[in-house]
């Protein structure tokens, strides 16, 4: 505790500041405890507290005593510093200041037996006890033995960064019960003329997971949705409104998908590019009531299903002409229905032009703020823009402004134009973010890029969204936009996909962003008519190893595959397709892979047939193992997983490769998985 921190008087001799702490380090195994832990008191959580510097003896810490009258805040408390929720009182004299605030806190646990272990993280300036119903866990910077409400802490917390520094401890389970549980807390000084004191506490707990009905289809067991939920890292999927399972809720036949992905379709529209899309959502036949709503509800028991907190929702700022884009409040009704603790982050598009106002982007925003489904970070609305840089940071703090003026707290989680960090880049906008993000770029390299940029973001204070895309293929053509259409980023199947997502682990992000789960335009992961749920098992099995901090351990043999239909090199009918070829706009160039990617639970041989073409690989352990051989056109890729000579699984391509093609198709096709009821 330091006089420069509180900007008060110097402490004077009559009850002398302990000497300096010599400080407890955390412990080693506290990070990796927390990280595969449920939260059950979180950190900015709600205290009840008695500042009166009265003697409570002590019955206060029991679980039945009546704590009714004492105040109430939210963390972290005390007084004397800049950053505190909740300013405590500490009597009358500054120089004879109270010795003691007594805290308390109640959680709920489902089932204690299936705790293993707790872990304390504390805040503590000076000295602290921590009592679970009534039984001491944890005691930092305080004697042994009995003490009293003036029994001062034998060291002073002297630094800043002592004072905020996490005090982590691994405690028993044992006074744990089911139901209802009191965590009480005694904060002692050091001396009476202390300068500042603080208080701050987490408590997670190691769980037996539950079964999650889910595991089924995937070749791990998936934690439960409120194990993963409870983690302090969250996954969000951009939803693209504009490409939903349906536009109008026709026949799959002949609804307006099947005119986008067919080169005649719409009156030829798209024949010079062998139509607009070459994927689809999975189909469904015409359904009665509220389609549109049931839609929604399917694609967010997906995402439930592949462990995601919400989606990332583009909304336009105004009346769209296309009715698909103004289906805000359906979507918020549909997570709402589906579960209320799956949330919509807003992502509100907004005038690009100079000098443009964003009077319409607050009223938009204002319209939704209430709703309970619409995400929130430490109780402000959450906007995460698309393409924020087309307007200044000026912009951006008048729409805040004007949302406070409304009685609406906002704070910001952009998509930055994508560049590789420094010190100073976007540093304008460290006061108005909660966390930094960017849209990216899709090939394999950029996940280091991204990696820095956590790094770069936790320096400044803040917090890291990181993307990761399975790829970006843009077979349509714009002539006004000639640099964005007609262009594919290489992903090499599986490789970019797979380290993003393990560069947002190995960088410690706080979010990941899965861009995009619908633009079926460029990017899109969400179940669909040529890739099934390949993608999605894919992210279930990353989610679960960013949000645990443990790579999932696979217990059921799983095969997935990804190539393309042709070469990127392949003859196409210049007759037909007579807009330009498909350029290569990042990544590395003629990359043509039959990938085979194989979640084994024990070792052996994987193969790739392709007519005469065999290929074998002999994996010795038991994980995730990525195994790639050339295409060969003219073929059907035939995989299989072999032990003691034996074909445990095998798996052929739906997607022919073929040697010459009419249209152009850069998209990678997928398959494989596990039989399962899905969402």
Same mark, same amino acid.
Not at 275 to 288: E, K, N
Not at 477 to 484: C, L, M, P, Q, Y
């Given at each position: 505790?330091?006089?420069?921190?509180?900007?008060?008087?110097?402490?004077?001799? +009559?009850?002398?500041?302990?000497? #300096? $702490?010599? %400080? *407890?380090?955390?412990? @080693?195994?506290?990070?990796?405890?927390?990280? =595969? /832990?449920?939260?059950?008191?979180?950190?900015?959580?709600?205290?009840?507290?008695?500042?009166?510097?009265?003697?409570?003896?002590?019955?206060?810490? +029991?679980?039945?005593?009546?704590? #009714? $009258?004492? %105040? *109430?805040?939210?963390? @972290?408390?005390?007084?004397?510093?800049?950053? =505190? /929720?909740?300013?405590?009182?500490?009597?009358?004299?500054?120089?004879?200041?109270?010795?003691?605030?007594?805290?308390?806190?109640?959680?709920?646990?489902?089932?204690?037996?299936?705790?293993?272990?707790?872990?304390?993280?504390?805040?503590?300036?000076?000295?602290?006890?921590?009592? =679970?119903?009534?039984?001491?866990?944890?005691?930092?910077?305080?004697?042994?033995?009995?003490?009293?409400?003036?029994?001062?802490?034998?060291?002073?917390?002297?630094?800043?960064?002592?004072?905020?520094?996490?005090?982590?401890?691994?405690?028993?389970?044992?006074?744990?019960?089911?139901?209802?549980?009191?965590?009480?807390?005694?904060?002692?000084?050091?001396?009476?003329?202390?300068?500042?004191?603080?208080?701050?506490?987490?408590?997670?707990?190691?769980?037996?997971?539950?079964?999650?009905?889910?595991?089924?289809?995937?070749?791990?067991?998936?934690?439960?949705?409120?194990?993963?939920?409870?983690?302090?890292?969250?996954?969000?999927?951009?939803?693209?409104?504009?490409?939903?399972?349906?536009?109008?809720?026709?026949?799959?036949?002949?609804?307006?998908?099947?005119?986008?992905?067919?080169?005649?379709?719409?009156?030829?529209?798209?024949?010079?590019?062998?139509?607009?899309?070459?994927?689809?959502?999975?189909?469904?036949?015409?359904?009665?009531?509220?389609?549109?709503?049931?839609?929604?509800?399917?694609?967010?028991?997906?995402?439930?299903?592949?462990?995601?907190?919400?989606?990332?929702?583009?909304?336009?700022?105004?009346?769209?002409?296309?009715?698909?884009?103004?289906?805000?409040?359906?979507?918020?009704?549909?997570?709402?229905?589906?579960?209320?603790?799956?949330?919509?982050?807003?992502?509100?598009?907004?005038?690009?032009?100079?000098?443009?106002?964003?009077?319409?982007?607050?009223?938009?925003?204002?319209?939704?703020?209430?709703?309970?489904?619409?995400?929130?970070?430490?109780?402000?609305?959450?906007?995460?823009?698309?393409?924020?840089?087309?307007?200044?940071?000026?912009?951006?703090?008048?729409?805040?402004?004007?949302?406070?003026?409304?009685?609406?707290?906002?704070?910001?989680?952009?998509?930055?134009?994508?560049?590789?960090?420094?010190?100073?880049?976007?540093?304008?906008?460290?006061?108005?973010?909660?966390?930094?993000?960017?849209?990216?770029?899709?090939?394999?390299?950029?996940?280091?890029?991204?990696?820095?940029?956590?790094?770069?973001?936790?320096?400044?204070?803040?917090?890291?969204?990181?993307?990761?895309?399975?790829?970006?293929?843009?077979?349509?053509?714009?002539?006004?936009?000639?640099?964005?259409?007609?262009?594919?980023?290489?992903?090499?199947?599986?490789?970019?996909?797979?380290?993003?997502?393990?560069?947002?682990?190995?960088?410690?992000?706080?979010?990941?962003?899965?861009?995009?789960?619908?633009?079926?335009?460029?990017?899109?992961?969400?179940?669909?008519?040529?890739?099934?749920?390949?993608?999605?098992?894919?992210?279930?099995?990353?989610?679960?190893?960013?949000?645990?901090?443990?790579?999932?351990?696979?217990?059921?043999?799983?095969?997935?595959?990804?190539?393309?239909?042709?070469?990127?090199?392949?003859?196409?009918?210049?007759?037909?397709?007579?807009?330009?070829?498909?350029?290569?706009?990042?990544?590395?160039?003629?990359?043509?892979?039959?990938?085979?990617?194989?979640?084994?639970?024990?070792?052996?041989?994987?193969?790739?047939?392709?007519?005469?073409?065999?290929?074998?690989?002999?994996?010795?352990?038991?994980?995730?193992?990525?195994?790639?051989?050339?295409?060969?056109?003219?073929?059907?890729?035939?995989?299989?997983?072999?032990?003691?000579?034996?074909?445990?699984?095998?798996?052929?391509?739906?997607?022919?490769?073929?040697?010459?093609?009419?249209?152009?198709?850069?998209?990678?096709?997928?398959?494989?998985?596990?039989?399962?009821?899905?969402?």
């Amino acid at each position: 505790m330091s006089v420069s921190c509180a900007g008060g008087p110097e402490e004077t001799a +009559a009850e002398t500041e302990a000497p #300096a $702490a010599a %400080a *407890e380090a955390p412990g @080693p195994r506290a990070r990796a405890a927390s990280s =595969l /832990a449920t939260v059950l008191v979180a950190a900015g959580a709600p205290w009840r507290y008695q500042d009166t510097g009265a003697d409570l003896g002590s019955a206060w810490s +029991a679980p039945g005593y009546n704590d #009714a $009258a004492w %105040a *109430e805040g939210a963390a @972290p408390l005390g007084y004397g510093e800049p950053d =505190l /929720a909740t300013t405590v009182s500490y009597g009358s004299n500054a120089n004879s200041k109270h010795i003691t605030t007594y805290l308390r806190t109640r959680f709920t646990v489902e089932d204690a037996s299936r705790v293993s272990e707790l872990l304390v993280r504390l805040q503590r300036d000076d000295g602290a006890i921590v009592y =679970l119903n009534g039984a001491e866990v944890f005691r930092s910077n305080m004697p042994t033995g009995a003490v009293g409400y003036r029994t001062l802490a034998p060291a002073t917390i002297s630094l800043p960064a002592e004072e905020t520094t996490w005090m982590e401890q691994v405690v028993s389970p044992a006074a744990l019960v089911t139901g209802t549980n009191v965590l009480a807390v005694e904060v002692h000084q050091s001396a009476a003329n202390t300068s500042d004191m603080r208080f701050e506490l987490e408590l997670s707990a190691t769980a037996a997971p539950d079964a999650n009905p889910m595991s089924a289809c995937y070749p791990f067991d998936m934690p439960t949705t409120s194990v993963l939920r409870a983690a302090r890292k969250k996954v969000f999927g951009f939803y693209y409104p504009i490409y939903p399972i349906s536009l109008e809720n026709k026949d799959p036949s002949v609804d307006f998908w099947s005119s986008w992905l067919d080169p005649e379709g719409r009156n030829g529209e798209y024949r010079s590019v062998g139509g607009l899309m070459r994927d689809r959502p999975l189909p469904r036949p015409p359904w009665t009531g509220n389609w549109r709503q049931r839609d929604f509800e399917t694609e967010v028991r997906r995402a439930i299903a592949a462990g995601l907190d919400g989606f990332i929702y583009e909304h336009p700022y105004k009346v769209s002409s296309n009715d698909a884009n103004n289906q805000l409040k359906t979507m918020l009704a549909a997570a709402l229905a589906v579960d209320p603790e799956f949330h919509i982050v807003l992502s509100p598009d907004f005038p690009v032009k100079a000098g443009d106002v964003p009077d319409p982007v607050a009223t938009a925003v204002a319209a939704v703020a209430n709703h309970p489904s619409v995400y929130r970070h430490n109780g402000a609305i959450v906007l995460a823009s698309f393409g924020v840089n087309r307007q200044p940071v000026s912009y951006w703090a008048t729409l805040r402004n004007q949302l406070s003026a409304m009685g609406i707290a906002t704070t910001y989680w952009p998509f930055l134009d994508y560049a590789a960090p420094t010190t100073t880049l976007y540093s304008d906008w460290n006061d108005m973010v909660a966390g930094y993000s960017t849209w990216g770029s899709r090939p394999a390299s950029s996940g280091e890029t991204m990696r820095r940029w956590s790094v770069e973001a936790h320096r400044r204070g803040r917090m890291w969204m990181s993307p990761v895309a399975f790829e970006d293929v843009r077979h349509r053509f714009d002539e006004a936009r000639v640099n964005s259409t007609r262009v594919y980023w290489e992903a090499q199947n599986s490789l970019a996909f797979r380290t993003q997502f393990e560069k947002a682990i190995e960088g410690d992000a706080d979010w990941v962003s899965l861009l995009t789960m619908t633009d079926y335009c460029e990017s899109w992961m969400t179940a669909s008519q040529e890739r099934g749920y390949v993608i999605m098992d894919w992210i279930a099995y990353y989610t679960a190893w960013f949000k645990t901090g443990q790579r999932p351990t696979i217990l059921r043999d799983t095969l997935y595959y990804t190539h393309r239909r042709h070469r990127t090199d392949a003859p196409f009918d210049a007759t037909k397709q007579n807009a330009p070829p498909m350029a290569l706009k990042g990544g590395p160039s003629g990359w043509n892979q039959v990938e085979l990617l194989a979640f084994l639970k024990e070792p052996g041989r994987l193969v790739i047939t392709q007519g005469t073409d065999v290929r074998t690989l002999d994996v010795t352990s038991a994980g995730v193992t990525p195994f790639s051989v050339p295409l060969v056109p003219g073929t059907t890729p035939v995989f299989e997983l072999q032990r003691n000579g034996q074909t445990v699984q095998r798996l052929v391509s739906k997607t022919p490769i073929v040697a010459q093609t009419v249209y152009q198709d850069m998209m990678y096709h997928a398959g494989g998985g596990r039989e399962c009821t899905r969402p």
